[in-house]
Structure formats: C-alpha cells, structure tokens
C-alpha cells in the first residue's frame, strides 16, 4: 500500500512528491524495520545489506553463473 501511496503521489502532484516520498521512507525505515531486540535503525539496516551482499557474492559466484 505504501509504494502504491507514494507512486499516486508523484503522479498527482509532483512539486511536493520528492520530499514528502522522502520523509515517508525514512519514517517507515525509522518505525518499521528496527528489531525489536535492536532498536537501532542503522544496525538493522546494516544487517539487510550484509545478508543482501553474501546472497548476491554466493549467486554470482556459483559454477556456471557467467556463460
């Protein structure tokens, strides 16, 4: 429902959609994301990229990934 939200909003009024999309993502980032054993919004999303970049190298490096 968000990125339907936020696309009908770039749509519809372009001139506020930048920051307002802006504001919109880092208040879903700073209010959904956080574990809740670990508050903190960077180490969470720190934690997404690290799992994100150990997929991506073990794809990218499995035999016959490059033809």
Do not use: C, K, Q
């Not at 696309?7 to 506020?16: F, G, L």
């Amino acid at each position: 429902m968000l990125l339907y939200a936020l696309r009908d909003w770039a749509r519809d009024s372009p001139t506020t959609a930048a920051p307002g999309i802006a504001r919109s993502i880092l208040r879903f980032t700073a209010n959904v994301l956080p574990d809740a054993d670990h508050p903190d919004t960077a180490g969470t999303l720190e934690a997404m990229r690290d799992e994100r970049l150990v997929l991506a190298h073990a794809v990218h490096y499995a035999p016959g990934a490059h033809r």
